[in-house]
């Protein structure tokens, strides 16, 4: 298996346009989560799915992001408009289960600059 | 509400020196306990889990439920070990995972 998979691996924007992050989680886990790394907060939590249906979506900043997972094997995060702000390294993890020996399995990430 | 804290974002030592990476968090359940760490340019990965009471590159982490704390430890630091070390915990069986700020250790020759 190759992993999670996200693309892009960076983007660079300006300011209003619309951003789209791609996920592609690993065959056989039915979790799926979209996590927010900048170096004030660390990895943020933003939202989680279970067999494609968002469970929690408590950690999205603002209206701007959405997310879906439109089947096992897809899932978008968009942030529309962009800010400056929303300049972060953005990761996908999946998990088979969330208890036990299952741990999430986190992709490569992407790199969003919005300038 | 379910924190996890991790205080430094910094800790810097030598090579062959002891290491401590602190943790503590908020919960009032039985919480489930992990570390993360990120290597340069690598994917966020599990180190260890406060379940399987293991060691792993020489990595240790005993959870104190009196003080609410799961800090990494290690008797003598490499300099392969300079990374990015995430504390996370998972509350309720079968809940979400929510991580600490992270604590970059860099380990110098």
């Known amino acids: 298996d190759a992993g999670v998979i996200q693309s892009p691996r960076h983007e660079v924007t300006e300011m209003g346009q619309e951003v789209t992050l791609r996920c592609k989680p690993i065959s056989g886990h039915d979790y799926l989560f979209w996590y927010r790394q900048t170096m004030m907060r660390g990895l943020e939590l933003l939202i989680y799915?279970?067999?494609?249906?968002?469970?929690?979506d408590s950690g999205m900043p603002e209206d701007r992001f959405s997310a879906k997972m439109p089947n096992a094997s897809f899932s978008t995060l968009k942030i529309q408009p962009s800010e400056p702000r929303d300049s972060a390294v953005y990761f996908c993890a999946s998990s088979r289960h969330l208890s036990g020996a299952n741990v999430l399995t986190f992709g490569a990430g992407s790199r969003l600059t919005v300038l | 509400a379910q924190r996890v804290t991790q205080p430094e974002k910094l800790l810097s030592v030598f090579k062959g020196a002891p290491v401590e990476l602190k943790c503590n968090y908020s919960?009032?359940?039985?919480?489930?306990l992990f570390w993360y760490v990120q290597y340069s340019r690598q994917r966020l990965q599990l180190l260890l889990r406060?379940?399987s009471r293991e060691s792993i590159k020489g990595f240790t982490a005993d959870l104190n439920k009196g003080e609410t704390s799961f800090h990494l430890k290690k008797p003598f630091a490499q300099e392969e070990d300079s990374a990015m070390y995430y504390c996370a915990l998972r509350y309720n069986q079968g809940g979400k995972l929510i991580f600490g700020q992270g604590t970059e250790l860099s380990v110098k020759p």
């Open positions: 799915f279970n067999n494609n249906v968002p469970i929690d």
């Open positions: 406060h379940i």
């Open positions: 919960y009032s359940g039985s919480p489930e």
